[in-house]
């Protein structure tokens, strides 16, 4: 798959500097749903991308001329994924950065093909096992080789793999967050030391609330998500999912989980195909 277009710091026919910070995986990024032209959620992904660029030190990008930016590549497509990605700025050989500004790159992919998954996934464990790291927990940084790992332990008939981290806690899909609902309570781990945030689990959470359910963040073990009442993965891509298989038999897509798929269809917050 190739493409539709891309920008480089807002040019379209540019290129990264071969000293680019992208050697070190030095930056943070946002992969976005367009629909009818729009971003969607795209001041959450915003508020995430600075918030992460923050942690790591990147040298602030106006927020005014990434939106701009990120709506001029979507504005005549129907469906597409938006790829936003912020790299330190090039600043020659080793670890240590040097004062630059934050380089841009975006690039639109076009929508992949209808997932045979969409009413439902069977999930595979993987043994790939998250690092606990404080300092980037919970922000989407580009060094994402864990995922690739993870993603290597599985094939066909399996869509998504769910991952623990090297205390045995569930902490997410490989891209994906997960929610558990065990007797009307809704939860999703606690991120504080692996994982990502994502803006799909965020707004997971407000609509969630807004219809009154008791929604928590815990350390969930494998047997608590084998065993919950219902299970399903989101992200900005895929809205919500369904977990029908996970290895212990099928089971049917909940009572909650189809509430809060409608509400995000609903309320914009997901592609509604």
Known sequence: MKPLRSLINGRAEAQLSVTSRLHYGDGVFATVAIQDGQPLLWPEHGRR???GGERLGLDPVDAVT?????EGLAADVGLAILKVVLVRGAGGRGYRPEAAPTDRILTLWPWPSASRFKEGAPVFWCETRLARQPLLAG????NRLEQVLAQRE?????WEGLMRDTQDWVIEGTMTNLFVVERGVLTTPI???AGVAGVMRERVVMRAREL????????LTKDRVMTADEVFLCNSVIGTRPVLDLGCGSRRRGPITAMIEK???GGRDAVDL
């Open 49 to 51: 991308l600075a918030a």
């Open 66 to 70: 990434l939106q701009a930016e990120a």
């Open 191 to 193: 991120l504080d030391q």
């Open 212 to 219: 009154g359910l008791d929604v928590r963040f815990d350390r």
């Open 154 to 158: 599985f094939t066909d008939p399996y």
């Open 263 to 265: 509400v995000l269809r």
């Open 139 to 142: 922000i989407k940084h580009l």
